[in-house]
T-cell receptor
Framework: RKEVEQDPGPFNVPEGATVAFNCTYS??????FFWYRQDCRKEPKLLMS???SGNEDGRFTAQLNRASQYISLLIRDSKLSDSATYLC???????????FGKGTTLSVSS | DGGITQSPKYLFRKEGQNVTLSCEQN?????MYWYRQDPGQGLRLIYY???????QKGDIAEGYSVSREKKESFPLTVTSAQKNPTAFYLC????????????????FGAGSRLTVL
């Protein structure tokens, strides 16, 4: 089993749609979880950290399910500018280097 | 403004040549990292450094070398031993949590795109 797995997509949705991405991780002792966004041919940028209690930032909601070892990202009211690749990122233990999933590509169309 | 600067942005290399990619940060971060990204692939860790004069191999260190003589700088050399060096190279930095729980949020440079001719 790969350490961090994501559905590569692409997810093609119209503006205004709600879309959800899931990510699974193999190390049950993993400590920290993040979603990064990467635009085409650009560097990844932190979108949001993922906390056990779940967290929301505007149209974006992240959830963590430790029992099932998966992380989700929900995007509501999709905008054209949301088109990007979303990377699921996991820290296997505190203070270690992060492990990146291959990313899920989202394309929002008008 | 604080950030990470990578240079050059684009680099072409002939087979058999070594090349060095520069990475400088002024964020006062302790840890620095080098990742490689191939089309359709996730980021793979090449090397990372938690402190000056110390660094550790990542998952794909073969054919690469690094140095960390200054806190601000973490150059990567792609040697002729790297058989398939054409890729997008990303440098990143973070505060090092020293083993405490907490986020290792990475800040990335804009990347260096290396092409072997």
């Amino acid at each position: 089993r790969k350490e961090v797995e994501q559905d590569p997509g692409p997810f093609n949705v119209p503006e205004g749609a709600t879309v959800a991405f899931n990510c699974t991780y193999s190390n049950s002792a993993s400590q920290s979880f993040f979603w990064y966004r990467q635009d085409c041919r650009k560097e990844p940028k932190l979108l949001m950290s993922v906390y056990s209690s779940g967290n929301e930032d505007g149209r974006f909601t992240a959830q963590l399910n430790r029992a099932s070892q998966y992380i989700s990202l929900l995007i509501r009211d999709s905008k054209l500018s949301d088109s990007a690749t979303y990377l699921c990122v996991v820290a296997p233990q505190a203070g270690t280097a992060l492990i990146f999933g291959k990313g899920t590509t989202l394309s929002v169309s008008s | 403004d604080g950030g990470i600067t990578q240079s050059p942005k684009y680099l072409f290399r002939k087979e058999g040549q070594n090349v060095t990619l520069s990475c400088e940060q002024n964020l006062n971060h302790d840890a620095m990292y080098w990742y490689r990204q191939d089309p359709g692939q996730g980021l793979r860790l090449i090397y990372y450094s938690q402190i000056v004069n110390d660094f550790q191999k990542g998952d794909i260190a073969e054919g690469y070398s690094v140095s960390r003589e200054k806190k601000e700088s973490f150059p990567l050399t792609v040697t002729s031993a790297q058989k398939n060096p054409t890729a997008f190279y990303l440098c990143a930095s973070s505060k090092w949590t020293g083993g405490r729980s907490g986020a290792n949020v990475l800040t990335f440079g804009a990347g260096s795109r290396l092409t072997v001719l």
